[in-house]
């Protein structure tokens, strides 16, 4: 298949790349990659079999993604340039862009739903959260307090590696099931709805859920030296009007993986994509 890949954060670059040494027919635009030959957008579109945009898809419903170009790419170019029936795969598209592919018949694929994808990018995620937590926090991780609001892939990993460092960890969740693989795994754990009471005993908050889970009542529990780190898609889990308001220090950490480790995590995507690819043929 003659894919064609437009803009994306330097782990697309990175994906590019891997797709093309695997060897892939591959050409771009506005990513920042080594050995791809450039295309125009209507010419680039037209010849491939798939599209491949980056994460997010776009911001604004009307462009693509694309940091690292200086110009604009319109959503509506590839539309008009896509034969239907060409595949697109991009990372959370959004409401937006979903429905301009249905109406031009275009096959859209959101490969950062896919369970593999999700599992293996809690790896960079964890990895970068600690980076920020070391690099904020007057105190070693080693004995530190923590709290990791949510138990699901990114939650268990990071749990994990924090265990291995040493931090006295808790884990909030909602299931039966979560409070016993904590409690197997040595970890305490809270309730996540009824957080408000255990926080002020922490030094460091990674929030995982993507709901506003640390709101005002939350955050003005807290104790005056915490940190909290939001790891959560946008809009985030955090009221930050309310923290802003008690003086909380939160960082709100987006797009980890293409930060911190952009090889790695172009590399699982490429997998990914090859994946879906596979299938489809």
Known sequence: ?????????????????????????????????????????????????????????????????????????????????????????????????????????????????????????????????????MRELPITLWKARCLVVGFGRIGKYLAHILAALGAQVTVSARRAADFARARMLGYESVETGAITRAVRNFDVIFNTVPERVLDASVLSALSPDALVIDLASLPGGVDTEAARAFGVKTIHALSLPGKVAPVTAGKILCDTVQGILSERN
Do not use: H, W
């Not at 064609?4 to 797709?19: C, K, N, P, Q």
């Not at 990513?31 to 997010?56: F, H, K």
């Open 1 to 133: 298949m003659k894919l064609f890949v437009i803009g994306g954060d330097s782990r697309i670059g990175y994906m590019a790349e891997e797709l093309l040494r695997r060897g892939e027919s591959v050409t771009g635009l506005g990513i920042s990659a080594e050995g791809i030959p450039v295309r125009l957008l209507t010419e680039g579109v037209q010849e491939a079999d798939a599209v491949i945009l980056g994460v997010p898809a776009t911001r604004d419903g009307e462009t693509v993604f694309a940091p690292s170009y200086s110009g604009l790419l319109p959503i509506d170019g590839i539309m008009e340039a896509a034969k239907p029936g060409t595949v697109l795969l991009c990372g959370i598209p959004g409401a937006v862009l979903t429905e301009k592919c249905r109406t031009a018949g275009l096959k859209l694929i959101d490969y950062f739903s896919r369970e593999e994808l999700s599992l293996l990018n809690a790896v960079p995620t964890a990895e970068g959260a600690l980076e920020i937590a």
